[in-house]
Structure formats: structure tokens, C-alpha cells
């Protein structure tokens, strides 16, 4: 019997390496699909933010001239210039059409990428389930299993906020090229054997704890793509606003995108609602630590830097709400909290020693987000 379950588990776990693979290959056909749709997008004649923004477009944008007799005269009177940007952050521009551009063909694209995209999303789903199968526990207790975890719950919450009508197609091209990267690192040098957890980490708090953590650090990447650009899209603005000229390929990209007003106010959003969950995880991972080695919190590193990147992130949430602090330095702060993020999975679980280290690269669930 014990044999016959040995095989059982070795079949789930080949089945699920075929299913990242084949996720792989459908994820590699979805970025070429928005490639096209970006590249199709280049080509339409969209309306133009920068048309809004230069003195020339503000000239067609300003109203008609008035005339009013006067002593048999008349004086002509013109309205002031239209003001493109009273305070940073305060623009008043329409956001992108989006990747597509308008263009009919780019948008088939587009909605091809979607479609792989929602296969690639259901084979490493698939994937990870018969991970978890072949272990018969939940599939997080390594770094190779969380990366493919986390790779899936990213383009989940991404297709969660398409089902919600929410404009953020635009992050396909950019999600899939890190999903890519993401599940390629994991199965060329994180990759484990499936095995069992030492028995520390044998609690429910295993699939509380490290399950929000994999959901938070999904939110948090989201929230990241939408602050780089925002500070990308805000550059672009102001010069535009200030008269200069960018170059031809940052028109060409950047005006298809959301507005940066738009964009600052969706990286706020995804880490102001995400944050109380990331709060939850550290206080569920010393609930944990108080269980499996009978003290709450011990200063680890993996430890630290969860309290470091919960204080980063409170910090870029108080400055985006203090009008000093609105716009460019909010989102430098969000980038900052998302590389102290990064650097807690994979700089303190690979060069730095600590309680929550089990073994080597294929460390234990503990190590791999949070505690």
C-alpha cells in the first residue's frame, strides 16, 4: 500500500511538472499575442494626450475669441491660457485608450492575450493543485512551490480585476513578462523534489498564514507595476506640459496608457486594500512562532524584514495621504516597500541564516514569505 501511494505521488508530481511547462508555453504565446496588440496599437491614429497637453493643443482646446462692441468700436477679448497643471499630480488628462490603440486588429490581439492568458492561468492552477496532490499537504513548502504559487495567484488577481471591468489590460504585457521570469527561475534553480515538511512547520497556520502572504505579495506586485508607470507616465507629462518633445517610442507607448493621475490613485488603491491583510500575516506568523517554538517574535530575519516592509508600506500610505508627499515621492516610498518585499523572500532566504532556514534553496514554508 505504501508502495502503491509512492507512485500515487510520484504521478502527481510529474503530471504537475508537465502542467507548469505547458503554462509556461501558453504564457510565452500570450506575451506575443499583447506584444501584437501593443504593436498594432502603435500604428492608429488615437486621440493624442499629448495634443492636450502642448501649448499648440491647449491653443485648440481654449475657447473662441469674444467680441464686444464698444463706442462704435470693437474690442476683442481672449480668455486666459488653459492651465495644464496647478499642482503635482493635479493634470487634467484623459486617460489612454489603452495597448490597442483603437485599432481594430490590436485589439483582437488583445483579447487573444486574454483568452491564453486565462488558459496559462488554469494550467498552473492545475499545476499547483496536483503539487499539492503529490505532497498531500499545501503546496508552499519550498521556494520553488511558492514561486509557482505566487506566479498563479498574480494573474489571478489580475484577471480578477478584468471580470471586475477595472482598465487595467494595459498590465498584461508587463504581468506575463514577469510571470515568465518568475516561473523560469523556478524551475531551472528552485526546483525541489517533492518531500515532506519538518514537523515545526506541521499546523493550520501553514495554510492561514502562508497563504495571505502569497496574496499580499500578488497585490503588492500589482500595486508596483502601477507606481513604475505612474512615475514613467508622470515624467511624460510634464514634459509635454513644460513644451518639450519625447521621443517617439515613449509617445508612442506611454500616451496608450492611463493618465498618471489614474494610475497613482490604482497603486494606491491595490496596497491601501491589501495592507491590513499584510498585517494579519505577520500577526498570524507569531501566533505561529508562539506554537512551534514557544516565542512570538525573536527579531529573526525573516522576522525583521516583515516588520521592515510592514513599516514601509504604512509609511507610503501616510505619505500619500499628506499633500506634501502626494505623487512622485509616494511612489518612489511604494517601490521601496515592494524591493523590501523582494528582498525578504529572496535575498534573506538565500544569503542570510536564520530560524527560519530548513534546507538550503528548498526552504521551508517559514522561510519563504513572512515568518
Known amino acids: 500500500m505504501t508502495t502503491l501511494a509512492a507512485a500515487t505521488n510520484e504521478n502527481f508530481a510529474e503530471i504537475s511538472n508537465v502542467l507548469i511547462y505547458s503554462a509556461m508555453a501558453v504564457y510565452t504565446l500570450a506575451f506575443f499575442a499583447y506584444i501584437a496588440e501593443w504593436l498594432f496599437g502603435s500604428r492608429s491614429k488615437v486621440a493624442r494626450t499629448a495634443a492636450a497637453l502642448t501649448p499648440q493643443g491647449a491653443a485648440r482646446k481654449a475657447a473662441p475669441t469674444v467680441t464686444v462692441n464698444k463706442a462704435g468700436g470693437t474690442a476683442v477679448l481672449e480668455r486666459p491660457k488653459v492651465v495644464v497643471r496647478a499642482a503635482t499630480g493635479s493634470r487634467d488628462v484623459p486617460d489612454g485608450p489603452g495597448a490597442h490603440g483603437g485599432d481594430e486588429r490590436g485589439d483582437l490581439f488583445g483579447r487573444i492575450a486574454i483568452s491564453l492568458t486565462v488558459l496559462a492561468f488554469l494550467l498552473s492552477f492545475s499545476g499547483v493543485l496536483t503539487r499539492a496532490l503529490s505532497v498531500e499537504r499545501a503546496p508552499w513548502g519550498n521556494m520553488y512551490e511558492f514561486n509557482i504559487t505566487f506566479s498563479t495567484t498574480a494573474v489571478g488577481v489580475y484577471l480578477l480585476l478584468l471580470a471586475l471591468k477595472k482598465n487595467v489590460r494595459w498590465l498584461g504585457l508587463f ?185 538550503d534553496v528548498g526552504m521551508g514554508a517559514l522561510q519563504s514569505v513572512g515568518f
Open 175 to 359: 504581468l506575463t513578462t514577469s510571470v515568465l521570469l518568475d516561473l523560469g527561475l523556478a524551475v531551472t534553480v528552485l526546483y525541489t523534489e517533492s518531500d515532506q515538511l519538518v514537523p515545526a512547520l506541521h499546523s493550520y497556520w501553514l495554510y492561514i498564514h502562508v497563504s495571505t502572504a502569497i496574496l499580499c505579495g500578488a497585490v503588492f506586485y500589482v500595486g508596483a507595476v502601477g507606481a513604475i508607470l505612474y512615475l514613467f507616465k508622470d515624467s511624460y507629462e510634464n514634459k509635454l506640459a513644460t513644451g518639450g518633445k519625447p521621443g517617439g517610442f515613449a509617445t508612442s507607448v506611454l500616451e496608450r496608457l492611463p493618465a498618471s493621475a489614474s494610475l497613482d490613485k490604482f497603486a494606491y488603491r491595490v496596497n491601501a486594500a491589501v495592507f491590513p491583510l499584510w498585517t494579519f500575516t505577520i500577526i498570524a506568523g507569531a501566533i505561529w512562532a508562539g506554537d512551534a517554538w514557544g516565542r512570538y517574535w525573536g527579531w529573526d530575519p525573516k522576522e525583521t524584514w516583515s516588520f521592515i516592509t510592514w513599516v514601509a508600506y504604512a509609511g507610503y500610505l501616510h505619505a500619500r495621504a499628506t499633500a506634501g508627499w502626494k505623487g512622485r515621492k509616494a511612489a518612489y516610498l511604494a517601490l521601496v516597500a515592494f524591493g523590501c518585499w523582494l528582498f525578504n523572500y529572496y535575498g534573506v532566504n538565500i544569503f542570510v541564516s536564520g530560524k527560519h532556514s530548513y534546507a
